[in-house]
C-alpha cells in the first residue's frame, strides 16, 4: 500500500483521528502502520501506550506469535511484548542494577509507602513483579507518559503479599499554568487493570488525597536540571537511561 493510500485511508475511515498525530507516532519510514494507530486510537487507546508500543513491534516482531500488527489490538500487543520482556529478564544471568536515587517516600499511608518515581530506572525497581509497561526494560513508556508534565507515584504495602492491590501505580496530571496543581488520576493495581476512579477514591482516599497536597510540590527530573540540583553523577545516570540524550 502506497503511503498516500495509508494516509487516505485514516482521513476515510478515521475521520476524528488526526492524522498527523498518526505520522508522529510511527517509527517507520514510509509511515505503513498510520492506519493501525488510527484505529486505535479511534477505540480510545492513549498515543503515550501507542508510540512506543509500536517502536517496540518493530525490533520485536519476528518474536511474537502474530507477524501482522493488523492482527492485535493495542493492548493485546502490549500485553505480548511484556511477556517477551519478562521472557528476557528471567533469562538474563547478570542481576540488573537499577538506579535506586530518583524514587522519593513521602509517607505512609492506609498500609503503604508512598513513592514520587522519577525515572524509569526507579519504576523498574519499585514496581516489580508488576504488568505495568513503565517497568519494562529499554522502551519509551516512562518517557512518553511523564514527556507532557505528568508525573507517577507508586504504593507499596508496608508487608508485601501476593495481592493484585500489593503494589499501585497513580498516573498524575497536573496543570502547568497553575502551578502544577493536581488535576486528575489512573490508579492501576500489579495487574495493570485500570480501577475505576470512584472505586479509587473512596477505598484509597488517604493516598489519592497524599498525591493531591504532594503534587504541586514534585519536581521532574527537568525541573532539577533547570535549577541546577543534579551532580555530575546524576547526569552520568539519566544519560544511562536516556532521558536527557535527546533533550539537553
Known amino acids: 500500500m502506497k503511503d498516500q493510500n495509508r494516509e487516505e485511508q485514516v482521513k476515510s475511515k478515521y475521520p476524528n483521528v488526526d492524522l498527523n498525530t498518526c505520522k508522529n507516532l510511527d517509527p517507520s519510514v514510509n509511515k505503513k502502520f498510520i492506519v493501525w494507530i488510527a484505529r486505535e486510537l479511534e477505540a480510545g487507546n492513549l498515543p503515550q501506550d501507542i508510540g512506543p508500543t509500536v517502536e517496540l513491534f518493530v525490533s520485536q516482531h519476528e518474536r511474537l506469535k502474530k507477524k501482522d500488527i493488523y492482527e492485535y489490538t493495542a493492548k ?54 508488576t504488568r505495568w509497561c513503565i517497568t519494562m526494560e529499554n522502551t519509551n513508556y516512562f518517557l512518553s507518559y511523564t514527556s507532557d508534565g505528568s508525573v507517577f507515584y507508586m504504593a507499596i504495602k508496608l508487608k ?89
Open 160 to 248: 508485601e503479599d501476593s495481592e493484585d492491590n500489593n503494589k499501585l501505580a497513580f498516573l498524575v496530571r497536573r496543570n502547568e499554568e497553575k502551578q502544577n496543581e493536581y488535576v486528575s488520576c489512573e490508579c492501576y493495581n500489579v495487574k495493570d487493570v485500570n480501577l475505576k476512579t470512584a472505586y479509587v477514591n473512596s477505598t484509597y482516599k488517604e493516598l489519592v488525597n497524599a498525591i493531591k497536597e504532594d503534587a504541586p510540590k514534585f519536581k521532574t527530573i527537568y525541573d532539577m536540571m533547570d535549577n541546577n540540583e543534579l551532580s555530575l553523577e546524576d547526569y552520568g545516570k539519566l544519560f544511562e537511561e536516556e532521558i536527557i540524550s535527546n533533550s539537553y
Open 76 to 129: 493485546e500487543l502490549e500485553d505480548e511484548l511484556k511477556d517477551i520482556g519478562s521472557s528476557n529478564r528471567a533469562n538474563r544471568k547478570k542481576k540488573t542494577i537499577y538506579n535506586t536515587k530518583f524514587s522519593e517516600m513521602i509517607g505512609n499511608h492506609q498500609g503503604y509507602k508512598l513513592y514520587r518515581i522519577l525515572t524509569r530506572s526507579a519504576a523498574q525497581e519499585k514496581g516489580k513483579n
